[in-house]
């Protein structure tokens, strides 16, 4: 009977096709080009974080700036006792013109590109967005 019932809940996990959850040290990369307009947008800072709720702050994962050509390239890794919450966080001027700081964009990165152990093995290529378009909810932000 036990052993039925176990083969029936590992049919209806594998048939619901339950998403890895991770514990430990994990890596995640990602990777894109942000252009404003027609023009790369290079110096734009983006971070890789792991996103924490409550009153604490994200985890820095990586940071880094924009190329000539709008590309970038992030790669780091967190501990956890759970499956991290990867972001892309990404602040820049693009037609933000005289407004002090900068228009903050937030990317939800998807889990299955997270690898195990602080080596990321997957790229997640985001490929290319145009910074001139208005996230539903973008911010501004002055300290990052
Ligand atoms: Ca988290
Ligand atoms: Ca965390
Ligand atoms: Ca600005």
Redesign the pocket.
Known sequence: MKLILLSLVVIAASAIDIPEQFTGEQSYRVSGIFMCGDVPASKVQVKLV???FGPNPDDEMDQTYTDDEGRFVLSGREN?LTT??PHLKVYHDCNDGLIPCQRRWKFELPNHYITKGPHPTKTLDIGVWNLEAKMPDESHDCLH
């Open positions: 792991d996103d924490d956890e991290i919450d």
